[in-house]
C-alpha cells in the first residue's frame, strides 16, 4: 500500500538511481519528435497501454492535459477478438471509444499464434482506422505468460516473435506494426538486444523495451543502462525506454541521457495524468507546471467517473473508479483514510459521498464522517 505522503529523500534517491545507471558520458540530448512509419509522434512521449486501467475515460482525461505524442489502448486478447467477430458479438470494451477519439492512437494486442494476430490486426486497421498496432511480447502476467503462453514467455523464442511480426506487419501495410519487451525472462536470460534486432528484421517500425525481466515484474528498479545498450543493436526503428518515469525530472533525465527516441510512461499517470504536460515542459526546457490543486484532483476525479458511467453503467463502473481513486490518492497526506473508504463504495451516489468528505483538501486532512453510507 503506498504511504499517505511523499518521501523526498526517496524519490530523489530513485533519481540519483537513475541518473547513475546511465551513461555519464552521452551527450545532452534536445527533445525531437521521432516517427513511427508514417505517424508522427510529438512530443516525444507515450502513454503505456494497461489491462484494466488505460480505457477511453482514462484517456479522455489524459488528452485534456496534453504533452502525449501516442496514447494507447488497454492491450486487446486476439484470439478473444476473433472469437467474438466470427459470432458478430460486440467487440470487446478495450475497443470503446477508439473510432472517435483523436489521432494518433495504437491498439495493442496479443496472443501467439501469427495467424490470428494477423487477422486480428488488419480487422483493427480496416474496422477502426487505428494509427499503430502494438504488440505485445511484455507482459508477465501469468494467465498471460504460463496459461496463453504469450506476452514475455515469448522472450525465450526470438524466432517466434520475427515470425509473428511478420505476418502482422504484411497483414496492415501501410499501417505500422511496433512491439514492446522485456529485458528477457530472468536476470540470467536478458536476451533483449537479440530480439530488438529480429524485430527490427522482421519489419517492425518501432520498439518499446520495459527495464525489467519477465521475472522481475513490477519488484526492484527498471534498468535503463540495459536498455541504453539495445539502441546500438538497432539500425534504423526508433527505440522508446519504459520504467519508473514516475516524475518530470525521472522522464527528462531519461530521455537526455540515454539513447531512446522516446520514453514511455505507465503506472504514474493513473492517478496524476497531468504528469505528461509535466515532462512535456521539462523536455522543452520550460518551468515544469505544479501538480493541480487538491480541490481540482477532487473534481477530475468525479469526471472521471462521469466518463466511466457512460460506458459502463452506475455499478460496474463504479467498481471500476475504486481503484482510480487509490492511485489518485497516493503520496497525498491524508489519503489512507480516503482509500480505506473508497474501497467499499459500490454505487455512484456513495463513490461521490466519500470523494466528497475524505478526499484530502488542501492545507488540511479530510473530514471525517462515521455515519457516512458509503454503499
Same mark, same amino acid.
Given at each position: 500500500?503506498?504511504?499517505?505522503?511523499?518521501?523526498?529523500?526517496?524519490?530523489?534517491?530513485?533519481?540519483?538511481?537513475?541518473?547513475?545507471?546511465?551513461?555519464?558520458?552521452?551527450?545532452?540530448?534536445?527533445?525531437?519528435?521521432?516517427?513511427?512509419?508514417?505517424?508522427?509522434?510529438?512530443?516525444?512521449? !507515450?502513454?503505456?497501454?494497461?489491462?484494466?486501467?488505460?480505457?477511453?475515460?482514462?484517456?479522455?482525461?489524459?488528452?485534456?492535459?496534453?504533452?502525449?505524442?501516442?496514447?494507447?489502448?488497454?492491450?486487446?486478447?486476439?484470439?478473444?477478438?476473433?472469437?467474438?467477430?466470427?459470432?458478430?458479438?460486440?467487440?470487446?470494451?478495450?475497443?470503446? $471509444?477508439?473510432?472517435?477519439?483523436?489521432?494518433?492512437?495504437?491498439?495493442?494486442?496479443?496472443?501467439?499464434?501469427?495467424?490470428?494476430?494477423?487477422?486480428?490486426?488488419?480487422?483493427?486497421?480496416?474496422?477502426?482506422?487505428?494509427?499503430?498496432?502494438?504488440?505485445?511480447? $511484455?507482459?508477465? &502476467?501469468?494467465?498471460?505468460?504460463?496459461?496463453?503462453?504469450?506476452?514475455?514467455?515469448?522472450?525465450?523464442?526470438?524466432?517466434?516473435?520475427?515470425?509473428?511480426?511478420?505476418?502482422?506487419?504484411?497483414?496492415?501495410?501501410?499501417?505500422?506494426?511496433?512491439?514492446?519487451?522485456?529485458?528477457?525472462?530472468?536476470?540470467?536470460?536478458?536476451?533483449?538486444?537479440?530480439?530488438?534486432?529480429?524485430?527490427?528484421?522482421?519489419?517492425?517500425?518501432? !520498439?518499446?523495451?520495459?527495464?525489467?525481466?519477465?521475472?522481475?515484474?513490477?519488484?526492484?528498479?527498471?534498468?535503463?543502462?540495459?536498455?541504453?545498450?539495445?539502441?546500438?543493436?538497432?539500425?534504423?526503428?526508433?527505440?522508446?525506454?519504459?520504467?519508473?518515469?514516475?516524475?518530470?525530472?525521472?522522464?527528462?533525465?531519461?530521455?537526455?541521457?540515454?539513447?531512446?527516441?522516446?520514453?514511455?510512461?505507465?503506472?504514474?499517470?493513473?492517478?496524476?495524468?497531468?504528469?505528461?504536460?509535466?515532462?512535456?515542459?521539462?523536455?522543452?526546457?520550460? =518551468? &515544469?507546471?505544479?501538480? =493541480?490543486?487538491?480541490?481540482?484532483?477532487?473534481?477530475?476525479?468525479?469526471?472521471?467517473?462521469?466518463?466511466?458511467?457512460?460506458?459502463?453503467?452506475?455499478?460496474?463502473?463504479?467498481?471500476?473508479?475504486?481503484?482510480?481513486?487509490?492511485?489518485?490518492?497516493?503520496?497525498?497526506?491524508?489519503?489512507?483514510?480516503?482509500?480505506?473508504?473508497?474501497?467499499?463504495?459500490?454505487?455512484?451516489?456513495?463513490?461521490?459521498?466519500?470523494?466528497?468528505?475524505?478526499?484530502?483538501?488542501? $492545507?488540511?486532512?479530510?473530514?471525517?464522517?462515521?455515519?457516512?453510507?458509503?454503499?
Amino acid at each position: 500500500m503506498p504511504s499517505d505522503a511523499t518521501d523526498p529523500v526517496r524519490d530523489a534517491g530513485r533519481t540519483a538511481l537513475l541518473d547513475t545507471q546511465l551513461d555519464a558520458g552521452r551527450p545532452v540530448r534536445e527533445a525531437a519528435a521521432f516517427r513511427i512509419g508514417s505517424v508522427t509522434v510529438d512530443p516525444p512521449i !507515450l502513454q503505456a497501454p494497461m489491462a484494466g486501467f488505460t480505457n477511453y475515460a482514462f484517456r479522455r482525461i489524459v488528452r485534456q492535459f496534453g504533452g502525449v505524442g501516442l496514447q494507447a489502448t488497454e492491450m486487446v486478447n486476439a484470439r478473444r477478438f476473433a472469437w467474438r467477430d466470427a459470432r458478430a458479438a460486440e467487440h470487446p470494451d478495450r475497443l470503446w $471509444g477508439v473510432r472517435d477519439e483523436p489521432r494518433p492512437l495504437a491498439v495493442q494486442i496479443w496472443d501467439n499464434d501469427a495467424d490470428i494476430m494477423a487477422r486480428v490486426a488488419r480487422r483493427l486497421v480496416d474496422e477502426y482506422q487505428i494509427s499503430v498496432v502494438d504488440i505485445n511480447f $511484455g507482459c508477465p &502476467v501469468r494467465k498471460v505468460t504460463e496459461k496463453a503462453r504469450s506476452g514475455s514467455y515469448l522472450l525465450r523464442f526470438p524466432d517466434r516473435i520475427g515470425r509473428i511480426v511478420e505476418r502482422v506487419v504484411h497483414a496492415c501495410d501501410p499501417v505500422p506494426v511496433t512491439a514492446k519487451i522485456r529485458l528477457g525472462c530472468t536476470r540470467d536470460t536478458i536476451n533483449a538486444c537479440e530480439v530488438a534486432r529480429v524485430i527490427e528484421q522482421s519489419g517492425a517500425a518501432a !520498439l518499446t523495451v520495459h527495464g525489467r525481466t519477465a521475472e522481475d515484474f513490477f519488484r526492484g528498479k527498471a534498468d535503463w543502462h540495459q536498455i541504453a545498450r539495445i539502441k546500438d543493436h538497432l539500425q534504423k526503428i526508433p527505440l522508446i525506454g519504459n520504467g519508473d518515469l514516475d516524475s518530470a525530472e525521472s522522464a527528462v533525465g531519461a530521455y537526455r541521457q540515454c539513447a531512446v527516441d522516446g520514453i514511455m510512461i505507465g503506472r504514474a499517470a493513473l492517478g496524476r495524468p497531468w504528469i505528461f504536460r509535466q515532462v512535456a515542459a521539462g523536455l522543452r526546457g520550460d =518551468p &515544469v507546471p505544479p501538480d =493541480p490543486s487538491l480541490e481540482d484532483q477532487r473534481a477530475l476525479l468525479l469526471e472521471h467517473h462521469r466518463h466511466a458511467i457512460d460506458r459502463f453503467g452506475p455499478t460496474r463502473a463504479t467498481f471500476l473508479m475504486r481503484k482510480y481513486a487509490c492511485s489518485y490518492a497516493q503520496g497525498i497526506r491524508g489519503a489512507r483514510l480516503f482509500r480505506t473508504h473508497a474501497a467499499q463504495v459500490t454505487t455512484p451516489d456513495g463513490f461521490v459521498a466519500v470523494v466528497d468528505a475524505y478526499f484530502p483538501r488542501d $492545507g488540511s486532512a479530510p473530514s471525517v464522517r462515521p455515519d457516512l453510507h458509503t454503499t
